[in-house]
C-alpha cells in the first residue's frame, strides 16, 4: 500500500469523483522490479536474461515505429524488463500490475461473470491473483467520453449503435448500454477488455470514487495487467489530477540483491532542493500524443561530442522522429548512424566476444583482461534539447559480466542498442528510445503541467528511505 508522505490541505470529495490536487498531496508507492521475485533462474542464467531483454526491447521499439492505431500502442512486458505496482480496486485485495509510461490506460485481469482466460502463458509470471470485480463496481456508457477514448475517438453515437441501442434512444442520447468490448494488441499478446468504475484506494486515508479501468477477461500471451502512465485522459496520473509524476529506479545491474530494494514512484510535486534537475521540454507528436517525446541533440563519449541526427532533435508533420522516454523498455535505441558512432569510441583494443554476443543479443562485448575493475570506461553524457546535460553512471551502459560458455572469462557489453535493426519500418514514429536500464540512479520527472521531462543524478534506494520519514 502506498506510503502518505505529506499532506498540506484537506481535500475535498466531490459527487463524481474524490479529485486529489497534487499542490495538495504528494503520494509515493514502491516500485518493484519483476526480478524481484520467481526470478532465479534468469539471475543465474545471465546469457538468458539479458536475451530475454534485449528481444524484447527490440520488439517493443520495433511495435513503437509501426504502429498505426492507438490500440497496439505498448509491447507485451517480460521479467527483466518491467517494474510493477500495486493497486486495489473496490476494496479488493491488492493487485500488482506494470508501471508503464508508454501506454495510457490501467487495466487488470479480472472476472466480469466468467473467469479470466489467459492464452500461451504458460510459464510467464502471475504476479498476483486475478481481480474480481466488486459489489461497487458499474460499466462505464457507451455514451461516455472514456468510451469514445478507448476506442480510439470512435463517435459515442456509433459505440452506442454497437452496443445495439435502440435509434431513438441514440438520438436522445439516452442509451444507458455499456462501452463495448475493446481490443488491445501487444508486440507479442493482446487482450480484450470491458470498461468499468470502482473505487481505487490510494492508501489508508485516500479513495478515489469512479476510476476507470480496463477488466480483461481475455487475453493472449499477457497475464499480468498495467498502470499506464502515458499522456491520455484514461492514464493514472490524468484520472488522479497529478500534474506530476517521477520515479528514481535503483541501480541494480541484475544484482540479487539490489533487484529487490524498491524504487520510489512519486505522484505530485515532490518538495525539497531541487535545483539540480536538468530539464528539457517534451515533444509534441499529433500522430502518437500518448508517448513521452523529448529531443536529443548529441552524446559525448569520453572527449569526443557526437551530433545526433537532425530526426533526433525534433518530430515531423508526419509523426516521425524524436527519442520517446519509456519504463516499461529495457535498453536504449539509437539510430544506427548514432549508435555506430558512440559504440567505435569503447574498447576497441580488446577481442570482441562474437559468441557472447549471439547468445545475449547485445553488441559489441568483448572480452576483458582478468580484473576488469580496472578497465577505464569513458564518461558518456547525453545532451537533450534545452541545453540539458545528463551524465550516465558507467553501469547503466556497460555491463560487465563472466561468461560461464567461456573458461569463465570477464566480458563486457554495451547496453545500448542499434534501432536500425529493422529496416522495413517505415512508418511514422520515434527515431529512438531511452530505456529504463539507462534511466538507473536518475530521478526522472515528469512535469505534465509545463510540459518538459527532469533528471537528476540520484542514490535512489537512500531516496526511497529519506522519503518515508
Known amino acids: 500500500m502506498a506510503v502518505l508522505l505529506f499532506i498540506s490541505y484537506l481535500f475535498l470529495l466531490t459527487s463524481a469523483a474524490a479529485v486529489v490536487s497534487s499542490k495538495k498531496l504528494v503520494m509515493m508507492y514502491p516500485l518493484s522490479h519483476s526480478l524481484s521475485r520467481n526470478s532465479e533462474l534468469l539471475l543465474f542464467n545471465t546469457s538468458l536474461l539479458l536475451k530475454s531483454t534485449s528481444s524484447r526491447s527490440a520488439a517493443r521499439f520495433n511495435n513503437k515505429r509501426q504502429q498505426q492505431r492507438r490500440g497496439a500502442a505498448a509491447?507485451?512486458?517480460?521479467?527483466?524488463?518491467?517494474?510493477?505496482m500495486p493497486l486495489s480496486l473496490g476494496g479488493r485485495v491488492e493487485v500488482s500490475v506494470y508501471m508503464d509510461t508508454g501506454s495510457d490506460i490501467v487495466w487488470v485481469p479480472c472476472s466480469s461473470g466468467s473467469n479470466f482466460t489467459c492464452i500461451l502463458c504458460e510459464g510467464k509470471t502471475h504476479l498476483s491473483a486475478h481481480h474480481n470485480l466488486s459489489a461497487t463496481a458499474?460499466?462505464?456508457?457507451?455514451?461516455?467520453?472514456?468510451?469514445?477514448?478507448?476506442?480510439?475517438?470512435?463517435?459515442?453515437?456509433?459505440?452506442?449503435a454497437m452496443a445495439r441501442c435502440p435509434l431513438e434512444s441514440i438520438e436522445?442520447?439516452?442509451c444507458d448500454d455499456s462501452c463495448p468490448a475493446f481490443y488491445y494488441a501487444y508486440g507479442d499478446g493482446s487482450f480484450v477488455a470491458r470498461l468499468y468504475k470502482d473505487t481505487l484506494q490510494m492508501s489508508s486515508l485516500i479513495i478515489i470514487k469512479n476510476f476507470t479501468f480496463g477488466c480483461a477477461h481475455e487475453a493472449l500471451g499477457e497475464p499480468v495487467g498495467v498502470a499506464g502512465f502515458g499522456r491520455g485522459?484514461?492514464?493514472?496520473?490524468?484520472?488522479?489530477?497529478?500534474?506530476?509524476?517521477?520515479?528514481?529506479?535503483?541501480?541494480?545491474?541484475?544484482?540479487?540483491?539490489?533487484?529487490?530494494?524498491?524504487?520510489?514512484?512519486?505522484?505530485?510535486?515532490?518538495?525539497?532542493?531541487?535545483?539540480?534537475?536538468?530539464?528539457?521540454?517534451?515533444?509534441?507528436?499529433?500522430?502518437?500524443?500518448?508517448?513521452?517525446?523529448?529531443?536529443?541533440?548529441?552524446?559525448?563519449?569520453?572527449?569526443k561530442r557526437i551530433p545526433a541526427p537532425e530526426n533526433m532533435k525534433r518530430i515531423d508533420r508526419q509523426g516521425d522522429g524524436g527519442?520517446?522516454?519509456?519504463?516499461?523498455?529495457?535498453?536504449?535505441?539509437?539510430?544506427?548512424?548514432?549508435?555506430?558512432?558512440?559504440?567505435?569510441?569503447?574498447?576497441?583494443?580488446?577481442?570482441?566476444?562474437?559468441?557472447?554476443?549471439?547468445?545475449?543479443?547485445?553488441?559489441?562485448?568483448?572480452?576483458?583482461p582478468p580484473k576488469p575493475n580496472k578497465v577505464v570506461i569513458p564518461q558518456l553524457v547525453l545532451h537533450f534539447v534545452g541545453n540539458t546535460s545528463?551524465?550516465?553512471?558507467?553501469?547503466?551502459?556497460?555491463?560487465?559480466?563472466?561468461?560461464?560458455?567461456?573458461?569463465?572469462?570477464?566480458?563486457?557489453?554495451?547496453?545500448?542498442?542499434?534501432?536500425?535493426?529493422?529496416?522495413?519500418?517505415?512508418?511514422?514514429?520515434?527515431?529512438?528510445?531511452?530505456?529504463?536500464?539507462?534511466?538507473?540512479?536518475?530521478?526522472?520527472?515528469?512535469?505534465?503541467?509545463?510540459?518538459?521531462?527532469?533528471f537528476a543524478n540520484r542514490k535512489c534506494a537512500s531516496l526511497w528511505e529519506t522519503l518515508q520519514h
Not at 509491447?75 to 510493477?84: K, Q
Not at 478507448?150 to 453515437?157: A, D, G
Not at 566480458?411 to 545500448?416: A, K, R, Y
Open 138 to 160: 458499474s460499466p462505464v456508457s457507451c455514451q461516455s467520453r472514456a468510451c469514445s477514448d478507448v476506442h480510439s475517438s470512435i463517435p459515442t453515437s456509433d459505440l452506442c
Open 323 to 368: 527519442m520517446v522516454v519509456d519504463s516499461g523498455t529495457t535498453y536504449t535505441m539509437l539510430p544506427p548512424q548514432l549508435y555506430n558512432s558512440v559504440v567505435s569510441q569503447f574498447l576497441n583494443t580488446f577481442k570482441r566476444a562474437a559468441s557472447v554476443e549471439d547468445r545475449t543479443g547485445l553488441s559489441p562485448c568483448y572480452y576483458l
Open 233 to 303: 485522459p484514461l492514464s493514472l496520473p490524468a484520472q488522479l489530477h497529478h500534474n506530476q509524476f517521477s520515479y528514481c529506479l535503483t541501480s541494480h545491474s541484475f544484482d540479487s540483491h539490489h533487484v529487490r530494494q524498491p524504487s520510489p514512484l512519486i505522484l505530485g510535486r515532490r518538495f525539497g532542493n531541487n535545483s539540480d534537475l536538468a530539464y528539457t521540454p517534451m515533444l509534441e507528436n499529433i500522430k502518437r500524443p500518448y508517448y513521452y517525446y523529448v529531443g536529443l541533440e548529441a552524446i559525448t563519449v569520453g572527449n
Open 75 to 84: 509491447v507485451a512486458l517480460s521479467p527483466g524488463s518491467d517494474y510493477t
Open 390 to 454: 545528463v551524465a550516465m553512471p558507467s553501469r547503466n551502459y556497460f555491463y560487465q559480466f563472466t561468461d560461464h560458455h567461456h573458461q569463465n572469462k570477464a566480458v563486457g557489453c554495451m547496453m545500448l542498442m542499434n534501432a536500425g535493426f529493422f529496416p522495413d519500418s517505415d512508418g511514422p514514429g520515434p527515431a529512438g528510445l531511452l530505456g529504463n536500464y539507462q534511466q538507473q540512479g536518475l530521478e526522472v520527472v515528469y512535469d505534465l503541467l509545463n510540459k518538459r521531462i527532469g
Open 172 to 174: 436522445m442520447s439516452e
